[in-house]
């Protein structure tokens, strides 16, 4: 398992970055203000996990014509010059005084027009990750210009992976095929299933993750709950069925998928549900071709997971897939999205069994031109029994 390079060629970051500002021409957005990781990230390969600290603040300008410029903490600028950004702008953070708002108005003021307009994401599964008291003294410190929506302009280009992003998503998922491979060294009767989680997130790392900050599951007899709890120290029992769900990165990029597994043969019930969630993962394959709908794919699995209804209380079959665990666009009902050459999706269809209990099962999928290509190995109707 030959890994891809690590990081991007200069050229990609490049076309980024022409692409956003080809669209703010079209949209009249002088400049994207960028404030959260993926944006960041996505143009400038700035890859760090200093973000799980709340305390800095980080901003990068992309302006209507030549290379981001970051405004960022002082201990970010080592770190973001080795990356193609070369305009760095910093100060020493926390300053509980200004925290960089004065340092990114006037940057802001340089960069666009006196009466231009800036453009910040602000749909959904967007956030503007700064205080709502800094972001109002900033629009009062920048004159005429104006703060308004991105009209989803780093969203649209992030939904589309360029080939090298697929590779890393693809290498991501290979980590965690090899890991699921292995869960019958760690899963039998009696364990208990946070230590099937810890040693599960050991596997990943061992195969090769950088790290895993998403793992969800559950056991129980004749199907589970939810597809979200952390781990009980319950002990795994005859009958139970166990899931994994799983969202490791390798190089910045997520996969995203879950096993289901049998602690023993599965009940009839659970074996049917099983072969009904791999019916409806095929069928929603089959479907997800260029040109066609998110909603079309939806309907595919939804009408065999769950006929005559509207969806599950999970709310969406699936999502979009890259430098994070979840992303836009949603398979809904009420979502029209085109699917694209290189989008890559996750399907996940999801059955109720007798009792009240659920099963989910999740594939990775990319759309090509033909159609759509798994980079999981698909399951077959039956069960992985332990």
Not at 28 to 47: H, K, M, N, S, V
Not at 91 to 116: H, M, S
Not at 164 to 170: D, G, R
């Given at each position: 398992?030959?890994?891809?390079?690590r990081g991007?060629?200069?050229?990609?970051?490049?076309?980024?970055?022409?692409?956003?500002?080809?669209?703010?021409?079209?949209?009249?957005?002088?400049?994207?203000?960028?404030?959260?990781?993926?944006?960041?990230?996505?143009?400038?390969?700035?890859?760090?996990?200093?973000?799980?600290?709340?305390?800095?603040?980080?901003?990068?300008?992309?302006?209507?014509?030549?290379?981001?410029?970051?405004?960022?903490?002082?201990?970010?600028?080592?770190?973001?010059?080795?990356?193609?950004?070369?305009?760095?702008?910093?100060?020493?953070?926390?300053?509980?005084?200004?925290?960089?708002?004065?340092?990114?108005?006037?940057?802001?003021?340089?960069?666009?027009?006196?009466?231009?307009?800036?453009?910040?994401?602000?749909?959904?599964?967007?956030?503007?990750?700064?205080?709502?008291?800094?972001?109002?003294r900033l629009?009062?410190?920048?004159?005429?210009?104006?703060?308004?929506?991105?009209?989803?302009?780093?969203?649209?280009?992030?939904?589309?992976?360029?080939?090298?992003?697929?590779?890393?998503?693809?290498?991501?998922?290979?980590?965690?095929?090899?890991?699921?491979?292995?869960?019958?060294e760690i899963?039998?009767?009696?364990?208990?299933?946070?230590?099937?989680?810890?040693?599960?997130?050991?596997?990943?790392?061992?195969?090769?993750?950088?790290?895993?900050?998403?793992?969800?599951?559950?056991?129980?007899?004749?199907?589970?709950?939810?597809?979200?709890?952390?781990?009980?120290?319950?002990?795994?029992?005859?009958?139970?069925?166990?899931?994994?769900?799983?969202?490791?990165?390798?190089?910045?990029?997520?996969?995203?998928?879950?096993?289901?597994?049998?602690?023993?043969?599965?009940?009839?019930?659970?074996?049917?549900?099983?072969?009904?969630?791999?019916?409806?993962?095929?069928?929603?394959?089959?479907?997800?071709?260029?040109?066609?709908?998110?909603?079309?794919?939806?309907?595919?699995?939804?009408?065999?997971?769950?006929?005559?209804?509207?969806?599950?209380?999970?709310?969406?079959?699936?999502?979009?897939?890259?430098?994070?665990?979840?992303?836009?666009?949603?398979?809904?009902?009420?979502?029209?999205?085109?699917?694209?050459?290189?989008?890559?999706?996750?399907?996940?269809?999801?059955?109720?069994?007798?009792?009240?209990?659920?099963?989910?099962?999740?594939?990775?999928?990319?759309?090509?031109?033909?159609?759509?290509?798994?980079?999981?190995?698909?399951?077959?109707?039956?069960?992985?029994?332990?």
């Amino acid at each position: 398992m030959t890994p891809p390079p690590r990081g991007f060629p200069e050229a990609e970051f490049q076309a980024r970055t022409a692409r956003a500002q080809s669209l703010m021409a079209e949209a009249g957005i002088d400049a994207l203000l960028l404030t959260t990781e993926p944006e960041i990230r996505y143009y400038t390969g700035f890859l760090t996990r200093f973000w799980e600290s709340p305390t800095r603040v980080w901003f990068v300008i992309v302006p209507a014509k030549g290379k981001p410029v970051a405004v960022i903490p002082s201990i970010g600028a080592h770190l973001m010059g080795q990356t193609w950004v070369q305009d760095i702008r910093t100060w020493q953070a926390p300053d509980y005084a200004d925290d960089g708002v004065g340092l990114l108005a006037a940057t802001l003021q340089e960069l666009t027009p006196a009466k231009g307009t800036i453009g910040l994401a602000d749909q959904m599964e967007s956030h503007v990750r700064m205080p709502l008291a800094h972001l109002r003294r900033l629009e009062r410190s920048i004159g005429a210009r104006r703060i308004m929506g991105d009209a989803t302009i780093t969203r649209r280009l992030r939904q589309v992976k360029s080939t090298t992003e697929i590779a890393k998503i693809t290498h991501a998922v290979t980590i965690g095929t090899s890991a699921f491979d292995r869960v019958p060294e760690i899963a039998r009767e009696g364990v208990a299933l946070s230590q099937v989680f810890r040693d599960f997130q050991r596997l990943c790392l061992e195969e090769g993750a950088d790290w895993v900050p998403y793992l969800a599951g559950a056991a129980a007899p004749g199907g589970y709950g939810d597809v979200i709890s952390p781990a009980d120290d319950a002990p795994l029992r005859a009958g139970d069925v166990m899931m994994l769900d799983t969202g490791l990165i390798w190089d910045g990029y997520f996969c995203d998928f879950d096993r289901n597994f049998s602690l023993g043969p599965p009940s009839i019930a659970v074996a049917e549900g099983h072969a009904q969630l791999i019916e409806a993962t095929q069928a929603g394959f089959a479907a997800a071709k260029p040109g066609a709908r998110m909603c079309d794919v939806f309907h595919a699995m939804n009408d065999i997971v769950d006929p005559g209804r509207g969806g599950s209380d999970a709310g969406r079959l699936g999502h979009g897939l890259g430098m994070q665990l979840t992303e836009w666009p949603s398979l809904i009902a009420a979502d029209t999205t085109l699917l694209e050459e290189g989008m890559v999706l996750t399907l996940e269809p999801g059955v109720t069994l007798p009792g009240g209990k659920i099963m989910v099962h999740e594939e990775n999928i990319v759309i090509e031109a033909q159609g759509a290509r798994y980079l999981t190995r698909p399951q077959g109707a039956e069960m992985v029994v332990i």
